[in-house]
């Protein structure tokens, strides 16, 4: 089961690129990393997913090293509203067996 | 246009009642899940469906019974509800070959 380790907390100010980072040391070679935002009272958005290498969409990037034992969630120029908690997810695809195990997430204030 | 949507949004009940939580999805998604949020903001998965199928198990009480008439619902069944199962239930939908899940608003269930 690939377990997870982020940061608790982090502090950004707005405009700063922030990095979020991951690790997940027992990551399967059928494994992608997903990462997810949630806002207070709500429930998780899906921000960004890869497998290696890096990826990036108009929300994030994603930095993947070559053993896929961490990985990096990159939100650059955050502002106010980038505050959110955000989780790393690692697994294959849904079927039986599969670990869906969130973790405590990392909690980002982004200050002005 | 609501891609996952739940019902109740808020739950407040008395301990040893029976209540239901209805969830739905038009994003023609074959798996669908359960989770439990607790105070401390922990995600944990509950159960999941593969067109209407449970796929995934946790460790869960035999109070909590899913039920999925069809792969666009998933209904939460929750037998003589006691105090430790006030949480914020989050249902997700994904497809069945991609682990990229979408979630509802949640369900805040009170049990006094």
């Known amino acids: 089961l690939a377990k997870t380790t982020q940061p608790i907390s982090m502090d950004s100010y707005e405009g700063q690129e922030v990095n979020i980072t991951c690790s997940h040391n027992?990551?399967?070679?059928?494994?992608?990393i997903t990462w997810y935002q949630q806002f207070p009272s709500q429930g998780p958005r899906f921000i960004i997913q890869?497998?290696?290498t890096k990826v990036t969409n108009e929300v994030a990037s994603l930095f993947i090293p070559a053993d896929r034992k961490s990985s990096t969630l990159s939100l650059p120029r955050v502002s106010l509203s980038d505050t959110a908690v955000y989780y790393c997810?690692?697994?294959?695809?849904?079927?039986?067996?599969?670990?869906?195990?969130f973790g405590k997430g990392t909690t980002l204030s982004v200050s002005s | 246009d609501t891609a996952v949507s739940q019902t109740p949004k808020y739950l407040v009940t008395q301990m040893g009642n029976d209540k239901s939580i209805k969830c739905e999805q038009n994003?023609?998604?074959?798996?669908m899940y359960w989770y439990k949020q607790d105070s401390k903001k922990f995600l944990k998965i509950m159960f999941s469906?593969?067109?209407?199928?449970?796929?995934i198990n946790e460790t869960v009480p035999n109070r909590f019974s899913p039920k999925s008439p069809d792969k666009a619902h998933l209904n939460l069944h929750i037998n003589s509800l006691e105090l430790g199962d006030s949480a914020v239930y989050f249902c997700?939908?994904?497809?069945?070959?991609?682990?990229?899940?979408?979630f509802g608003p949640g369900t805040r269930l009170t049990v006094t």
């Open positions: 994003l023609g998604h074959d798996t």
């Open positions: 469906y593969n067109n209407k199928e449970l796929i």
């Open positions: 997700a939908s994904s497809r069945k070959d991609r682990l990229v899940q979408y």
């Open positions: 890869g497998y290696k």
């Open positions: 997810l690692v697994g294959d695809k849904p079927q039986a067996g599969t670990a869906l195990i």
């Open positions: 027992n990551i399967a070679t059928n494994d992608y």
